[in-house]
């Protein structure tokens, strides 16, 4: 636990000197730093392959073709999702995709029928996202997130590098709006997820993703949620366990 909080205290001083450099840059000189200039050390990008992950992807696949990408299996997918997966892979010439699964045997004792994030989204999130993702962030130091301040209220005063648990977590579109997503997907005739076009704004699992016109309300409708596991860790005690794994 002391050795937790000591990187933790560090690991936000590394992130307020990052924020003060990444000031007045574009996301583009963001991901130059990182990916060139290696000032964040080893790093994956996060991709929910959703309805506008294509953005940040192209960014990075302009400047680093072989960064790793990793992507959440959880196994609630549109089969849509999983096809789009190599598509955009494909499509970018990106090479490293590492494609990351729940443990079949905590499936089987938590979630024995497959219903469980009716009854408990909360934990179906933390053995289908948060554990597997814990098991794969010890390879990387940061994680490259699409995440934006518009997208909602606990989001706004997000910023560009932020500390989640033991791990940088780094925003470089945290300043965009809508309007620049959707003129970089129209600029650079990126191939969106086909849900878009079957009024899926945001996508996510199959059973917690729906219809709708705004893209958060589409996502665990009805239910008082916004974030999935990939965004909350549980405790800072996440990744102290992990390292005794390495
Ligand atoms: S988004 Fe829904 S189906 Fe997917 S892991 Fe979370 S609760 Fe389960």
Redesign the pocket.
């Known amino acids: 636990m002391v050795l937790a909080t000591r990187q933790s205290i560090e690991l936000a001083e590394v992130a307020e000197t990052l924020n003060a450099r990444f000031a007045g840059k574009s996301a583009g000189q963001i991901l130059s730093d990182i990916l060139h200039g290696g000032v964040a050390g080893r790093p994956a990008v996060l991709s929910s392959f959703g309805a506008e992950a294509v953005v940040l992807l192209k960014l990075v696949a302009d400047r680093k073709p072989s960064t790793p990408v990793v992507f959440l299996e959880?196994r609630?997918h549109f089969p849509e999702t999983l096809e789009y997966v190599d598509q955009v892979m494909d499509s970018l010439g990106m090479t490293t995709l590492v494609r990351v699964r729940p443990d079949p045997n905590q499936l089987l004792a938590a979630d024995p029928d497959g219903t469980?994030?009716i009854t408990d989204?909360d934990q179906?999130?933390y053995i289908?996202?948060t554990l597997p993702m814990i098991g794969v962030l010890k390879d990387y130091d940061c994680v490259l997130t699409g995440r934006k301040r518009f997208q909602t209220d606990d989001r706004q005063a997000m910023q560009t590098v932020e500390v989640q648990n033991n791990w940088l977590r780094i925003n470089p579109l945290a300043e965009w709006s809508q309007q620049e997503i959707d003129a970089f997907l129209d600029d650079q005739q990126l191939m969106q997820h086909p849900l878009v076009a079957m009024g899926f704004p945001s996508i996510?699992?199959a059973?917690?993703t729906v219809p709708s016109d705004n893209a958060r309300d589409g996502r665990?409708a009805g239910i008082d949620k916004t974030e999935?596991?990939i965004h909350q860790f549980g405790n800072e005690d996440d990744r102290a366990s992990t390292d005794g794994n390495d």
């Open positions: 959880t609630k469980l994030h989204s179906c999130c289908r996202k996510g699992c059973p917690c665990w999935c596991g």
